[in-house]
């Protein structure tokens, strides 16, 4: 499944090794040195996916998923240094929906790639219906989370989470069962992945989101939605 993938990344030789690599799986790549190039070229002609490396020159790969969220909820892979630094949870809190480990190894991104794709065509193509909690209704054929009558804006890693969690209301999904459904991975899934966009997600459809009512924790086992 090809894609248009642009990569932001000022070191030119990660960004010829990923270009390679990625074009070796059938996709088109485009490339920009910062963010200052990166957000106008995505605007002239969006991607598929978005790799981002937070260490950029001027303004830095937070701001650019920052910038990138509010005008898209394309999927957003950035690359990181060290996975246990907490650059990491900055990135995905920002906006991020997945991390790699510079150096990327190949066939890992492909595979991370790859599940974002599935992840976004399973969010186009999912019907389900409309699903309700509290004050929250979920319009799964159209895409669309409302509030109180008021839309929410989710990404779409934030929208199939609530999707799942609400699919399954009043059971609890384990963190690895999350990101096989969410992210669609398995051995090389990141629980700080799920535990970031619940946060994030919390913020939008709770109340009170130090205190969720709905989506809450069951400690040592994973997250339930309460109806």
Same mark, same amino acid.
């Given at each position: 499944?090809?894609?248009?993938?642009?990569?932001?990344?000022?070191?030119?030789?990660?960004?010829?090794?990923? !270009?390679?690599?990625?074009?070796?799986?059938?996709?088109?790549?485009?490339?920009?040195?910062?963010?200052?190039?990166?957000?106008?070229?995505?605007?002239?002609?969006?991607?598929?996916?978005?790799?981002?490396?937070?260490?950029?020159?001027?303004?830095?790969?937070?701001?650019?998923?920052?910038?990138? !969220?509010? !005008?898209?909820?394309?999927?957003?892979?950035?690359?990181?240094?060290?996975?246990?630094? +907490?650059?990491?949870?900055?990135?995905?809190?920002?906006?991020?929906?997945?991390?790699?480990?510079?150096?990327?190894?190949?066939?890992?991104?492909?595979?991370?790639?790859?599940?974002?794709?599935?992840?976004?065509?399973?969010?186009?193509?999912?019907?389900?219906?409309?699903?309700?909690?509290?004050?929250?209704?979920?319009?799964?054929?159209?895409?669309?989370?409302?509030?109180?009558?008021?839309?929410?804006?989710?990404?779409?890693?934030?929208? !199939?989470?609530?999707?799942?969690? @609400?699919?399954?209301?009043?059971?609890?999904?384990?963190?690895?069962?999350?990101?096989?459904?969410?992210?669609?991975?398995?051995?090389?899934?990141?629980?700080?992945?799920?535990?970031? +966009?619940?946060?994030?997600?919390?913020?939008?459809?709770?109340?009170?989101? @130090?205190?969720?009512?709905?989506?809450?924790?069951?400690?040592?086992?994973?997250?339930?939605?309460?109806?």
């Amino acid at each position: 499944m090809a894609a248009r993938i642009l990569i932001v990344e000022d070191d030119e030789r990660i960004r010829a090794s990923l !270009r390679l690599a990625l074009e070796d799986e059938g996709n088109t790549i485009e490339e920009a040195a910062s963010a200052e190039e990166g957000l106008p070229a995505f605007q002239q002609r969006p991607s598929d996916i978005v790799l981002v490396d937070l260490m950029l020159p001027g303004a830095d790969g937070f701001e650019l998923c920052r910038q990138l !969220r509010r !005008r898209s909820d394309v999927p957003i892979l950035i690359l990181t240094a060290r996975s246990d630094s +907490h650059d990491v949870v900055a990135g995905l809190e920002a906006g991020a929906d997945d991390y790699v480990v510079k150096p990327a190894e190949p066939k890992e991104l492909a595979a991370r790639i790859r599940a974002l794709q599935r992840r976004a065509a399973r969010a186009r193509g999912d019907a389900a219906g409309l699903l309700a909690f509290g004050d929250v209704v979920v319009d799964v054929d159209a895409g669309q989370v409302r509030k109180g009558g008021e839309p929410v804006a989710l990404t779409k890693t934030e929208f !199939r989470l609530l999707c799942e969690l @609400a699919q399954s209301s009043g059971r609890v999904l384990s963190r690895e069962s999350l990101l096989e459904r969410v992210w669609g991975y398995d051995y090389f899934g990141d629980s700080r992945l799920v535990d970031v +966009h619940v946060r994030r997600l919390r913020g939008k459809v709770e109340d009170d989101p @130090a205190n969720p009512r709905h989506i809450v924790t069951v400690r040592g086992l994973g997250y339930r939605l309460e109806p």
